[in-house]
T-cell receptor, first 116, second 113 residues
Framework: GAVVSQHPSRVICKSGTSVKIECRSL??????MFWYRQFPKQSLMLMAT?????????EQGVEKDKFLINHASLTLSTLTVTSAHPEDSSFYIC????????????FGEGSWLTVV | QQQVKQSPQSLIVQKGGISIINCAYE??????FPWYQQFPGKGPALLIA?????SEKKEGRFTISFNKSAKQFSLHIMDSQPGDSATYFC????????????FGKGTTLSVSS
């Protein structure tokens, strides 16, 4: 079964509004989670590294004020897309490190965001 | 600069054949090389991974071959089945907690029956 859960799996929002995506590690504590964005038929592009209790580290070119990441607990990280625009429509995927399984990274099922 | 280069972009293999996907990396600090399988609309799932201390790792029909000197690694899928039709991504990272994976561009595999 899934060890990393994302919610919602699909969301449609109006341009200019904000939307929050949750990423939960179900049966382990994850001090570090990662957020990726994937456009159709493209690869996964790392957006940011989320560390519990501290500020996220964003990759070059990713707007930290637009993509707000909060990692308030050892099992939950959230990505908030603020003032969403149609070009933000994408597949957002989170992943988490499970350190007691040989540093294996597990991915969530992804969240489809459509901005209309 | 693309740190992990993957080829081919797409691959068509007959049922029962061998599918081979290749990747090359640039950063010599990378020491963890996983392969992920992704079906449309789903998150990627770990298939198999290798570290540089071995040159080959096999799990069922999936084999990773690793060439440290050439900085290349490949995925072999033996006896390919229609259910293997998916997109495959190679990735690389440092093998330490908290290090993000860097992905190749992906290979779309179609196995014809």
């Amino acid at each position: 079964g899934a060890v990393v859960s994302q919610h919602p799996s699909r969301v449609i929002c109006k341009s200019g509004t904000s939307v929050k995506i949750e990423c939960r590690s179900l049966d382990f504590q994850a001090t570090t989670m990662f957020w990726y964005r994937q456009f159709p038929k493209q690869s996964l592009m790392l957006m940011a590294t989320s560390n519990e209790g501290s500020k996220a580290t964003y990759e070059q070119g990713v707007e930290k004020d637009k993509f707000l990441i909060n990692h308030a607990s050892l099992t939950l990280s959230t990505l908030t897309v603020t003032s969403a625009h149609p070009e933000d429509s994408s597949f957002y995927i989170c992943s988490a490190y499970r350190t007691n399984s040989g540093n294996t990274i597990y991915f969530g099922e992804g969240s489809w965001l459509t901005v209309v | 600069q693309q740190q992990v280069k993957q080829s081919p972009q797409s691959l068509i293999v007959q049922k029962g054949g061998i599918s081979i996907i290749n990747c090359a990396y640039e950063n010599t600090a990378f020491d963890y090389f996983p392969w992920y399988q992704q079906f449309p609309g789903k998150g990627p799932a770990l298939l198999i991974a290798i570290r540089p201390d071995v040159s080959e790792k096999k799990e069922g029909r999936f084999t990773i071959s690793f060439n440290k000197s050439a900085k290349q690694f490949s995925l072999h899928i033996m006896d390919s089945q229609p259910g293997d039709s998916a997109t495959y991504f190679c990735a690389a990272s440092k093998y330490q907690a908290g290090t993000a994976l860097i992905f190749g561009k992906g290979t779309t595999l179609s196995v014809s029956s």
